[in-house]
């Protein structure tokens, strides 16, 4: 009875320890299928797909210019003499800004005045044969000349008669003739030099003497002109270098005046960049020195060459910008963001989100721990972000990358490292 008893207890106690060793086995499946499979996860970092306003631009440098600019310059070297506004002060249309000593202008003036008037007078007397005193001189001549060849004319039909009756010897009739020749010789001269006594070349010489005349006046009264500096339109003397007693020299800079509510942008667009401008696209500025502040305008000009700009080679772009406040100044250096394309309520992804292969550009999306494929097409696209038009949906979890580097594949089991 004893020996059954304890046999009983042995055959309880053998499954319970096969149980537990069965429990164990099945443990440990279970703990390394669970390591195994976080171990084959991939951590990655993600990104999603929202929606924003996207904007693709050409970013460069830019120069603000004054639009419609007057520049007024130092005829010649001179003083300033007086200057009627002040720098940052409003003129009219034909206003007077400043005034140059001009005693030596007005020299030069008289001076050309005088030349001319010389050169008219021989104009005159070519064209007239001579001046009156020598026209008179010559008419008399002429008079005198012609009784003189009626004389000898008649001489010489006297003598022609008393040779035929032998009253006259053939050498008379001959010293008659020559002086009949002589005077009337004498006579055509003086005829000649009342017609045309100066040459093609003296009138020539003459003519070019009253033309040089004529330009030297011309300039010296521009001279006079230029020393009083007139506004010739509506603008602000927005720079103003002189004081009143200063010297000058020729070519100083004396006055710039523009109307500022509008400037003009010079932007220098790198040459892989031209072929994306066109006429009337939106430019958006920004100036250092007055952050979050963004001015707009449009595309005026398109580059016509290629320059070396420093180390770049760019074509220079002009735009013209609104300036309201006056708060662009000329010369100063800005940022230019040229808008190639806007769009407004557009779906985004980040763009290393987007990959591209032989079938086309897809991303990879995180559905249920796995990356899924989706073949997607693109539109804008700026730095950071580029639209998604087709193939994915609002909120989309996507794949930016690896975090050990590893390459992305379909159906590769991955874990969040940025939620």
């Not at 099945?26 to 976080?38: N, P, T």
């Not at 000593?101 to 003036?109: I, W």
């Not at 989100?353 to 796995?370: L, R």
């Amino acid at each position: 009875m004893a020996d059954a008893t304890e046999n009983g207890h042995g055959h309880v106690n053998a499954r319970r320890t096969w149980i537990i060793v069965v429990g164990l086995i099945l443990a440990v499946v279970v703990l390394a299928a669970f390591v195994s499979l976080h171990r084959s996860q991939v951590a990655i970092r993600i990104g999603r797909a929202d929606r924003q306003t996207i904007t693709e631009s050409i970013a460069t440098n830019g120069k603000i210019e004054a639009l419609n600019n007057f520049e007024a310059y130092a005829p010649m070297a001179t003083t300033v003499k007086k200057i009627n506004v002040q720098q940052g002060s409003w003129v009219k249309p034909g206003q007077l800004l400043l005034q140059l000593e001009d005693a030596n202008a007005r020299l030069q003036a008289a001076r050309a005045e005088a030349q001319l008037k010389g050169a008219e007078a021989d104009i005159n007397a070519v064209e007239n044969g001579g001046t009156k005193e020598e026209l008179l001189t010559t008419r008399n001549a002429l008079v005198k000349a012609q009784a003189e060849r009626d004389v000898a004319q008649r001489n010489l039909q006297a003598m022609q008669h008393l040779l035929q009756s032998g009253a006259a010897s053939q050498a008379e009739v001959d010293a008659a003739r020559n002086q009949f020749r002589i005077a009337e010789a004498n006579v055509q001269l003086l005829q000649q030099k009342l017609g045309g006594r100066y040459s093609k070349q003296e009138i020539g010489h003459v003519e070019a003497q009253q033309a040089e005349a004529r330009a030297s006046l011309a300039a010296a009264q521009q001279l006079l002109k230029n020393s009083n500096i007139v506004a010739p339109r509506a603008g602000m003397v927005y720079s103003l270098p002189v004081r009143q007693g200063a010297f000058v020299n020729a070519g100083d800079l004396l006055v710039q005046v523009a109307d500022l509510h509008k400037v003009r942008v010079r932007a220098f667009v790198d040459e892989p960049e031209i072929g994306k401008l066109q006429k009337g696209q939106l430019v958006e500025v920004t100036w250092d020195a007055v952050p979050g502040r963004v001015w707009q305008g449009t595309v005026d000009a398109l580059p016509t060459t290629v320059v070396q700009h420093g180390t770049r080679m760019v074509g220079e772009v002009t735009c013209v910008v609104e300036n309201g406040d006056l708060t662009l100044l000329p010369n100063t250096n800005i940022s230019v963001a040229v808008v190639i394309a806007r769009q407004q309520d557009a779906l985004t992804v980040p763009r290393e989100a987007v990959h591209q292969d032989a079938s086309g550009q897809f991303v990879f999306q995180v559905t249920n721990g796995e990356l899924q494929r989706r073949d997607v097409k693109t539109s804008v696209a700026n730095l950071t972000r580029i639209q998604v038009t087709s193939g994915l949906t609002d909120n989309a979890v996507l794949a930016l990358g690896a975090i050990n580097m590893q390459s992305l594949r379909a159906g590769m089991p991955v874990k969040i490292a940025n939620p």
